[in-house]
T-cell receptor, first 112, second 114 residues
Framework: GEQVEQRPPHLSVREGDSAIIICTYT??????FSWYKQEAGAGLQLLMS?????DRKEEQGLTVLLNKKDKRLSLNLTAAHPGDSAVYFC???????????FGDGTVLTVKP | EAAVTQSPRSKVAVTGGKVTLSCHQT?????MYWYRQDTGHGLRLIHY???????EKGDIPDGYKASRPSQENFSLILELASLSQTAVYFC?????????????FGEGSKLTVL
C-alpha cells in the first residue's frame, strides 16, 4: 500500500522565518495532495490541496510544491508567525481506492 | 457549512468491553472514514466506506468493525476493547466528486481503555 514519509518530525523557527515541511510518497496512482493543520485538542483543518497536474500553488503565505517525478510534496510557510504553531500533516489520495494516507506529522513551533 | 459530528466525544471503557463510536455527517458525502491518532503520531486509517451498506478495510482494521447503515451514519465498533486501543478516533467525510480530495473531520472521540 501507499507509504508516506514526512519530515522533519519537529521544526522550530523564529517569527518571520520560513518553515519547510516535506513528504515523499510511493504510489503513482495518487490524485490529490493535501496539507492539514491540527491545533491542540482539535481536529484537522485543510490548508491547501492540489491535484496531480499542478506543480505549484500559493495561497496566503503558503506555497505547496509537487514534484511527481521524485514523488515529493512540500509545504512552505514563507513568513511564519506564532499563530502558525501547530502540527501539520500531509495527505495523499489514491485515485483508484479513494483512500487517504497521512504522514506522521510535523510539530511546528514558531518563536516570537 | 459541512458538518461531521462524533459521539461520544470522550469515553472510558473496560478491557474486554464493547465500544461503539458513532459518526453523523450532513454533507451528503459518499465517502466516510475512521482514523485513529495516537499521541505524537499521525492518523492511521481503520475502515472506510464509499456507499451505504458497504465498508472497506483500511490499513489497521484488526480489532475493529465498521457499519454504514445509511449515507449519513458510520460507526466504529470495538467488540472486545483492549488497552492498545486507547487513542483519539477521528471520523471524516469526503465527496465523491470532490476535486480537492478534502476531508471534513469531526472533532474526535477520545477513548481510554482501562
Amino acid at each position: 500500500g501507499e507509504q508516506v514519509e514526512q519530515r522533519p518530525p519537529h521544526l522550530s523557527v523564529r517569527e518571520g522565518d520560513s518553515a519547510i515541511i516535506i513528504c515523499t510518497y510511493t504510489d503513482s496512482a495518487t490524485a490529490y495532495f493535501s496539507w492539514y493543520k491540527q491545533e491542540a485538542g482539535a481536529g484537522l483543518q485543510l490548508l491547501m490541496s492540489v491535484l496531480s497536474n499542478v506543480d505549484r500553488k500559493e495561497e496566503q503565505g503558503l506555497t505547496v510544491l509537487l514534484n511527481k517525478k521524485d514523488k515529493r510534496l512540500s509545504l512552505n510557510l514563507t513568513a511564519a508567525h506564532p499563530g502558525d504553531s501547530a502540527v501539520y500533516f500531509c495527505a495523499v489520495t489514491n485515485t483508484n481506492t479513494g483512500k487517504l494516507t497521512f504522514g506522521d506529522g510535523t510539530v511546528l513551533t514558531v518563536k516570537p | 457549512e459541512a458538518a461531521v459530528t462524533q459521539s461520544p466525544r470522550s469515553k472510558v471503557a473496560v478491557t474486554g468491553g464493547k465500544v461503539t463510536l458513532s459518526c453523523h455527517q450532513t454533507n451528503n458525502h459518499d465517502y466516510m472514514y475512521w482514523y485513529r491518532q495516537d499521541t505524537g503520531h499521525g492518523l492511521r486509517l481503520i475502515h472506510y466506506s464509499y456507499v451505504a451498506d458497504s465498508t472497506e478495510k483500511g490499513d489497521i482494521p484488526d480489532g475493529y468493525k465498521a457499519s454504514r447503515p445509511s449515507q449519513e451514519n458510520f460507526s466504529l465498533i470495538l467488540e472486545l476493547a483492549s488497552l492498545s486501543q486507547t487513542a483519539v478516533y477521528f471520523c471524516a467525510s469526503r465527496g465523491l466528486g470532490s476535486n480537492t480530495g478534502q476531508l471534513y473531520f469531526g472533532e474526535g472521540s477520545k477513548l481510554t481503555v482501562l
